[in-house]
C-alpha cells in the first residue's frame, strides 16, 4: 500500500484516539456487567462496536476513498462517491445511537413508581 495513504489514514485516526479509548473502556465495562443486566449490557457492546468500526475503519476508508479513485474517474464521481459514503456511515451511526438509546432507555419497568408522584 502507498505510504502516503498510510500515513494521512494514521494523521486522521490519531484525533479520534481519546473517543476510541472511551469506546473500548465501555464495551468493557458492559462485558463485566453482563451477567447483572445481559440485554443492556448486549446492546451497549454492539453499539459500541458499531462506533468504534465506524470510528476507526470509516476514517481509514474516507482517507483511502480519493487517493483510490483519484486515478480512475472525475471529481464529479468521487464527489458522489463521498456523499454515499457519508450517508451509509450516518445510517450505520444512527443506528448505533438507536441502540444505546434502547439499552439506556427501553428497559424501564413500568412498576417502579414516579418519583415525582
Not at 481519546?18 to 451477567?35: E, K, Y
Not at 480519493?66 to 480512475?72: Q, Y
Not at 464521481?77 to 427501553?106: N, P, Q, R, V
Given at each position: 500500500?502507498?505510504?502516503?495513504?498510510?500515513l494521512?489514514?494514521?494523521?486522521t485516526?490519531?484525533?479520534?484516539i481519546?473517543?476510541?479509548?472511551?469506546?473500548?473502556?465501555g464495551?468493557?465495562?458492559?462485558?463485566?456487567?453482563?451477567?447483572?443486566?445481559?440485554?443492556?449490557?448486549?446492546?451497549?457492546?454492539?453499539?459500541?462496536?458499531?462506533?468504534?468500526?465506524?470510528?476507526?475503519?470509516?476514517?481509514?476508508?474516507?482517507?483511502?476513498?480519493?487517493?483510490?479513485?483519484r486515478?480512475?474517474?472525475?471529481?464529479?464521481?468521487?464527489?458522489?462517491?463521498?456523499?454515499?459514503?457519508?450517508?451509509?456511515?450516518?445510517?450505520?451511526?444512527?443506528?448505533?445511537?438507536?441502540?444505546?438509546l434502547?439499552?439506556?432507555?427501553?428497559?424501564?419497568?413500568?412498576?417502579h413508581?414516579?418519583?415525582?408522584?
Amino acid at each position: 500500500m502507498d505510504p502516503q495513504i498510510l500515513l494521512a489514514s494514521g494523521v486522521t485516526v490519531l484525533p479520534r484516539i481519546p473517543w476510541i479509548l472511551v469506546a473500548i473502556i465501555g464495551i468493557i465495562v458492559a462485558a463485566t456487567r453482563l451477567q447483572q443486566h445481559p440485554q443492556v449490557a448486549q446492546l451497549v457492546i454492539i453499539a459500541l462496536c458499531i462506533e468504534l468500526a465506524l470510528n476507526v475503519f470509516g476514517t481509514i476508508l474516507s482517507v483511502m476513498l480519493p487517493f483510490l479513485v483519484r486515478d480512475r474517474g472525475s471529481t464529479t464521481e468521487l464527489g458522489m462517491l463521498m456523499g454515499g459514503f457519508g450517508l451509509c456511515t450516518s445510517f450505520i451511526g444512527a443506528l448505533a445511537l438507536a441502540l444505546m438509546l434502547w439499552a439506556a432507555l427501553g428497559w424501564r419497568n413500568s412498576n417502579h413508581k414516579n418519583l415525582t408522584s
